[in-house]
């Protein structure tokens, strides 16, 4: 349902951004136009461009429309990145000699021997168990420390927003819709956005596109004289 303190749901909101980043030529600037321009944005998200959102609206904002933090993916457990290593191609050819070995060894070792012709195949085992134990342990230590560092990168990332009516820095993550942003170079932008006001203004991409070149970014009346 939609709150009646906004007049957009989040499925209209998502579907706006969705013609931005599924256009063919400018449909998302053809439907805002429509809709009345910069003002039909700002009224229905119901913000003042120079005051921005309220500290006291942030709540509502995010349970209207969603948070700004990514949901992190689970990280593997030991055991999952055991058995991955498992799959190593080497590691299986090793297992089946190690089994063929004593398949073979035992059954036709001779009598004084045969006490002792298991040995060389379960080394051949036991090898490979180290050996994935250990990729299986470095990969688990790994993959934390990453996290753990993407996070303390991430943590380090602000963003100007103007909350009350005063600038502050604020963590992406922290976002909500219908933040004002000021956005200085070399700055990364962890949302969707709208213009309002820019002068030569352009985003580098190629993290999402693979296009190398910056994408120059307007706003709304200069999008339409060049539609």
């Known amino acids: 349902s ?13 579907e706006i951004v969705n013609k931005m980043q599924q256009r063919r030529f400018t449909e998302e600037v053809d439907f805002i136009e429509s809709q009345g321009g910069d003002k039909f944005l700002i009224d229905a998200l119901n913000v003042n461009p120079r005051v921005g959102v309220t500290t006291a609206e942030v709540s509502d904002r995010i349970q209207t429309f969603g948070s700004n ?20 191609t080497t590691l299986r050819i090793l297992l089946v000699a190690a089994i063929v070995s004593i398949a073979i060894e035992v059954p036709t070792a001779e009598e004084g021997h ?35 560092l993407t996070e303390e990168a991430n943590s380090r990332k602000k963003v100007n927003v103007i909350r009350d009516g005063t600038m502050v820095q604020l963590n992406g993550e922290d976002l909500c819709v219908g933040d004002i942003v000021k ?45």
């Not at 933090?69 to 190593?88: C, M, Q, R, S, V």
């Not at 168990?129 to 934390?144: F, G, H, K, P, S």
């Not at 002068?199 to 307007?218: C, Q, R, V």
């Open 2 to 14: 939609v709150n009646n303190k906004f007049g957009l749901t989040r499925q209209q909101l998502a």
């Open 114 to 148: 045969r006490s002792t012709s298991w040995i060389e195949g379960f080394a051949i085992f036991m090898a490979v168990m180290i050996v994935a134990t250990v990729t299986a342990w470095n990969n688990y230590r790994q993959e934390r420390q990453f996290r753990v």
């Open 183 to 227: 956005i200085y170079e070399g700055m990364d932008i962890p949302t969707d956005g709208w213009v309002l006001e820019s002068h030569e203004l352009a985003a580098d991409e190629s993290a999402m596109t693979g296009e190398t070149d910056p994408i120059k970014k307007a706003v709304l009346h200069q999008c339409i004289e060049k539609r």
């Open 69 to 88: 933090k990514k949901k992190e993916t689970p990280l593997p457990g030991f055991w999952e990145l055991f058995k991955e290593a498992l799959e190593d």
